[in-house]
């Protein structure tokens, strides 16, 4: 580990834990990043130091180790939800819970609970790095990522590669879970993305945002009452409970990236992702601002996240697979990819 010249230098710390888990912090003059090596490599905190301000979402139960703390019953299919916390999670093989040919998937897969392998990869003042990597135990996927934070730089940097390592073709989804919290989301934010199409989700219950089962221009929406709004403009904390679902996608684009940042005006202060349209072709919208009063929310749940992910959300896995909705990878096939995520200062 190297030793700090000045507060503009760039530096990574692996010398720390959270309830039994090893953490990895990558830090300079603007960020301060906190990784959970021995949980799905979540990012726990997204740091913007001149604010003291996190964007991600913390709920009030805090993060818990899985290998300390379950209940009685470690067969279900939503242990996702039991140890969710907010923060920014890595997603593969699969979103909804189903059988995979003869696999039995729960939801949102199975990386982002078990430990990853790690490894600094580059310690000095100008450029911090470190490498993750973990196969889940019922799909023969290798996923590997290096974060890596400049010097200047309010950006961390995120490339990936994907292996299937089985003798078979795959079907899978990979996505990526960023949910945004308060105080963030306190006065409300404005959403921006080169996205050209949202299609609501038609499986969430009342109250929700948006009418079920349509598809717009992005930003128009209508409410459930058929009113004309601007999906773009998140309320503010004083506006009425509801929660919904919708996906973004047909990116406008020259160079096969997609993007959106999300401001809070009053801070002036955004968060921006870019990433590859043609791997991650849909940006999932989900808000649940404590509308949701059974498990796993209980009413303590108020956030918005925008998730890029290979495909929407399904109720029927088998059938998606079957109209080629899915990613495919090919026997010993290797996808590489790279994404980019940071604070912008606003006017």
């Not at 130091?49 to 899985?66: E, V």
């Not at 950006?155 to 919290?181: K, P, R």
């Not at 921006?192 to 948006?210: G, S, Y």
Request: charged fraction near 25%; charge should be negative.
């Amino acid at each position: 580990m190297q030793t700090k010249k000045s507060n503009q230098d760039c530096s990574i710390s692996d010398d720390w834990a959270l309830k039994g888990m090893k953490v990895v912090y990558l830090e300079n003059a603007f960020l301060r990043i906190g990784i959970l090596a021995d949980r799905g490599s979540d990012i726990f905190e997204f740091k913007y130091k001149p604010l003291d301000l996190d964007f991600l979402l913390r709920l009030d139960k805090g993060i818990q180790n899985p290998a300390q703390v379950f209940s009685q019953m470690r067969d279900t299919h939503n242990q996702s939800e039991d140890y969710y916390y907010g923060g920014w999670q890595e997603i593969l093989p699969n979103s909804p819970s189903f059988n995979y040919r003869g696999a039995s998937l729960g939801l949102h897969g199975e990386v982002s609970l078990i430990p990853w392998k790690y490894a600094i990869v580059k310690d000095t003042p100008d450029e911090v790095a470190v490498k993750f990597w973990t196969r889940p135990l019922r799909m023969p996927l290798l996923i590997e990522k290096t974060l890596s934070l400049q010097k200047n730089s309010s950006q961390l940097i995120i490339t990936e590669q994907l292996t299937n390592e089985s003798g078979t073709e795959l079907d899978i989804m990979w996505g990526h879970h960023i949910a945004f919290g308060l105080p963030f989301l306190k006065e409300g934010a404005k959403i921006e993305t080169n996205a050209k199409t949202m299609e609501v989700h038609d499986d969430i219950l009342e109250p929700r945002r948006f009418k079920a089962g349509k598809t717009y221009n992005w930003p128009q929406a209508e409410d459930p009452t058929g009113k004309a709004f601007d999906a773009s403009v998140i309320p503010n904390t004083d506006a009425p409970a509801y929660r919904d679902l919708s996906f973004l996608s047909n990116f406008e684009t020259a160079n096969n990236k997609a993007h959106y940042t999300i401001t809070n005006p009053d801070q002036k202060i955004a968060f921006s992702v870019s990433w590859d349209a043609q791997i991650f072709k849909c940006l999932w919208l989900w808000q649940e601002r404590n509308a949701s009063q059974d498990f796993p929310w209980w009413g303590k749940c108020y956030t918005v996240a925008l998730e890029p992910w290979t495909s929407k959300y399904t109720n029927e896995p088998d059938k998606a697979i079957q109209n080629g909705e899915w990613l495919s990878i090919k026997a010993g096939e290797v996808i590489s990819t790279s994404l980019s995520a940071g604070a912008i200062v606003t006017k």
